[in-house]
């Protein structure tokens, strides 16, 4: 009789308790020169993995997630100021991405018979949404369930693009120690987009990157240009340094004698993600043998971005003050392919009035 009067208990607390609760705080990180606040909300979940997400530029400044024993590192790089991220043009640490996502080639793109011409910050090139993009903005922040909307409004005709782009952004941690990324746009004028979150990696919390044990999981990826944009061919990766089908560290060839690591000095392409289906799927893992942190990256996009921080050489400062160098980090950029609305054959980065983009990224942390 007790046994099924507790039972009974037990049963109804279930169903009356939340589910382990994810906690979210907001704070103010910082005021912009006119005065206007710049948020942060720190979401928390049951096994006290955190993550900080700031207005800014969307930018996920800190996420503190546990080793194999237990011990909380924080795994990405980022400033320690919002002074130092404005300042910092060049390394896009922890922001969204938006409207395009990596590099469009002679910085214009055709669409519906007309040309749109975007600001030129990269070569000859536009590269992440332009001179304003989506990472120099103060995003509109609000509480969630279990993280943070953020939403923006670009207008017609911002940084070259056609149509009113209407943006929300939704991070959340769950339980499991994933932390989410979901991504909507609409517009009112046929424009292309293509969203990503540019969160520099570092499972060890320090040191570089090179030993890590990377997979991707792609049977081909796009080669590139001297000014990084892609040819057009889909290259079979069988042979070649950028076969990341078996877990690879990337210092085992990144100072290969290779064409395309030369141009991107590393590794700084898109993989073609091997799909089946339409929803989320493994997109790529990395392993840090040390801590024994693992990332696994979950997309529904068509491509990946592996970029080994090439561009890093110690002259923008970290956290703590200290330069960010060379391979220090990597970021796993999901996205339609660079230079889509250039490339015919490329899966389309078109959006329609009436459409919706609908997009979602999951890093999801576990530890062996
Ligand atoms: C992307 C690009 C790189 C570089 C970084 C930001 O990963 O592909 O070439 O511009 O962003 O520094």
């Not at 996009?301 to 980090?329: C, H, I």
Request: hydrophobic share 30%; proline share 5%; aromatic share 8%.
């Amino acid at each position: 009789m007790r046994s099924i009067l507790s039972a009974g208990v037990t049963a109804l607390l279930l169903t009356v308790l939340p589910a382990a609760a994810v906690t979210v705080k907001k704070s103010e990180y910082a005021k912009l020169p006119d005065g206007s606040p710049v948020s942060l909300f720190t979401v928390t979940n049951a096994k006290g993995m955190e993550a900080r997400i700031m207005t800014w530029g969307g930018v996920l400044v800190s996420l503190k997630t546990p080793d194999r024993t237990g011990h909380l590192a924080d795994v990405v790089l980022g400033h320690d100021s919002l002074r130092d991220y404005r300042a910092d043009t060049g390394t896009y640490f922890g922001a969204l991405i938006g409207r395009y996502a990596n590099r469009i080639g002679g910085a214009q793109f055709k669409l519906d018979g007309k040309t749109y011409k975007l600001p030129v910050n990269d070569g000859s090139n536009s590269l992440h949404g332009g001179v304003i993009g989506f990472d120099k903005r103060n995003w509109t922040g609000r509480e969630v369930p279990g993280g943070v909307e953020l939403s923006l409004t670009s207008n017609d005709g911002d940084q070259g693009y056609p149509g009113t782009l209407k943006t929300v952004v939704t991070y959340t941690l769950t339980d499991d120690n994933a932390l989410r990324l979901h991504y909507t746009a609409t517009t009112d004028k046929a424009t292309v987009v293509n969203m990503s979150n540019h969160t520099y990696w570092n499972l060890k919390g320090e040191g570089d990157i090179l030993n890590n044990l990377v997979t991707i999981n792609a049977d081909k990826y796009t080669p590139v240009d001297e000014g990084l944009i892609p040819t057009g061919e889909l290259k079979d990766v069988t042979g070649t340094p950028f076969d990341f089908r078996k877990p690879t560290a990337p210092g085992a060839r990144i100072n290969q004698a290779d064409e395309q690591l030369k141009r991107g000095k590393g590794y700084d392409h898109n993989w073609v993600l091997n799909r089946t289906g339409k929803g989320v799927e493994l997109a790529a893992r990395v392993e840090e043998p040390t801590s024994g942190r693992v990332l696994e990256v979950f997309t529904d996009q068509p491509g990946v971005q592996f970029y080994t921080g090439n561009f890093l050489n110690g002259s923008v400062k970290g956290k703590g003050g200290k330069p960010a160098n060379q391979r220090t980090a990597l970021c796993l950029e999901t996205q339609h392919y660079p230079d889509s609305p250039n490339k015919a054959s490329f899966p389309s980065a078109t959006l329609k009035p009436g459409e919706k983009y609908d997009s979602t990224t999951e890093f999801r942390f576990s530890a062996k």
